[in-house]
């Protein structure tokens, strides 16, 4: 199993930027598909954005296209979320997730990801 620690979460106010890491440790391997999940408040948890270790493809929810992008640094075993024209409704506890097991980067319910990182706060404010 992987560990993931998250970082980079805080207060900003609508219409700026985030930047979030999560470090990956412990056994990691190309196969490996990386994402973003949040939970606001009263809410389930949902799928942001999924990003293989190699290739580099990606996949996004509707809701932040064209707002957010996910990478990676392999070398670094650290994934990023860049987060841009935050709006208010993107406030919510960010999560990293691995899946091992699956492969594809469009298994986007949480039930299918294997390693989870504590999760960190974005608030943004209107």
């Known amino acids: 199993q992987v560990q993931l620690v998250e970082s980079g979460g805080g207060l900003v106010q609508a219409g700026g930027s985030l930047r979030l890491s999560c470090a990956a440790s412990?056994?990691?391997?190309?196969?490996?598909?990386m994402g973003w999940f949040r939970q606001a408040p009263g809410a389930e948890r949902e799928f942001v954005a999924a990003?293989?270790?190699?290739?580099?493809?990606?996949n996004y929810a509707d809701s932040v296209k064209g707002r957010f992008t996910i990478s990676r640094d392999n070398a670094k075993n650290t994934v990023y979320l860049q987060m841009n024209s935050l709006k208010p409704e993107d406030t919510a506890v960010y999560y990293c997730?691995?899946?091992?097991?699956?492969?594809?980067?469009?298994?986007?319910?949480?039930?299918?990801?294997?390693?989870w990182g504590q999760g960190t706060q974005v608030t943004v404010s209107s």
């Open positions: 997730a691995a899946d091992a097991t699956h492969g594809s980067i469009y298994f986007t319910f949480p039930k299918f990801w294997d390693s």
């Open positions: 412990g056994r990691t391997f190309s196969s490996y598909v």
């Open positions: 990003i293989r270790w190699s290739g580099g493809h990606t």
